[in-house]
């Protein structure tokens, strides 16, 4: 069994930072993509930025060069730091990962509030 629990989150004004970090733990054999998705109230889940154990990253559009990507595959760490944060950024944040056990599976964080308020 595989967990993943993010930390980090929180209550930030408008054109602040936060970090969120993601951890693995249990059987893991490797991880390849570590990705941050985030759920505002009423909207689709959607992705802001994706790592490949490569180090390939992506990101959406709205969060460029603001938002980095990072990971630490010694300890199986995802991290996201945001910067310049925008109301527009309040959601839940989550963290996936695709672990192999060997075999591979999707796992999930449970999610950690982010909100940019005045």
């Known amino acids: 069994q595989v967990q993943l629990v993010e930390s980090g989150g929180g209550l930030v004004q408008p054109g602040g930072s936060l970090r969120l970090s993601c951890a693995a733990s249990?059987?893991?054999?490797?991880?390849?993509?570590m990705n941050w998705y985030r759920q505002a109230p009423g909207k689709q889940r959607e992705l802001v930025a994706g790592?490949?154990?490569?180090?390939?990253?992506n990101y959406r559009d709205s969060v460029k060069g603001r938002f980095t990507i990072s990971r630490d595959n010694a300890k199986n760490t995802v991290y996201l730091q945001m910067n310049t944060l925008k109301p527009e950024d309040t959601a839940i944040y989550y963290c996936?990962?695709?672990?192999?056990?060997?075999?591979?599976?999707?796992?999930w964080g449970q999610g950690t509030q982010v909100t940019v308020s005045s």
């Open positions: 996936y990962m695709v672990v192999g056990n060997p075999y591979y599976s999707h796992y």
């Open positions: 249990g059987n893991i054999f490797s991880i390849t993509a």
């Open positions: 790592s490949a154990r490569e180090g390939i990253t």
